[in-house]
Nanobody, 114 residues
Framework: VQLQASGGGSVQAGGSLRLSCRVA????????MAWYRQAPGKQRELVGN???????NYLDSVKGRFTISRDNFRNTVDLQMNSLKPEDTAVYYC?????????WGRGTLVTVSS
């Protein structure tokens, strides 16, 4: 079982990107799915998370710009990022947690130029 992330890339400030993460190899409906990011020289931080019931939580600096959604049928979690800023540049990771069974995806790089 693994998480497969896609959608990173380079964009100018003000642009948009969409990241997608798929659970491959399991039909388990993870009770918690999230996106994290790690900028150069900084610690990994939670960008946002969504429960299987649809409860959402976001990092303050991305509220109103980023949206997390999940498709329980396809077992995916997406991160729509709008109005991107240079400070959003980081490697983004998806995470799935099911009562302590934790999976991390390989990071995908997002670069925002000014």
């Amino acid at each position: 079982v693994q998480l497969q992330a896609s959608g990173g890339g380079s964009v100018q400030a003000g642009g948009s990107l969409r990241l997608s993460c798929r659970v491959a190899g399991s039909n388990v409906r993870f009770n918690y799915m999230a996106w994290y990011r790690q900028a150069p020289g900084k610690q990994r931080e939670l960008v946002g998370n969504i429960t299987d019931g649809g409860s959402l939580n976001y990092l303050d600096s991305v509220k109103g710009r980023f949206t997390i959604s999940r498709d329980n049928f396809r077992n995916t979690v997406d991160l729509q990022m709008n109005s991107l800023k240079p400070e959003d540049t980081a490697v983004y990771y998806c995470k799935a947690d099911h009562f302590g069974w934790v999976l991390w995806g390989r990071g995908t790089l997002v670069t925002v130029s000014s």
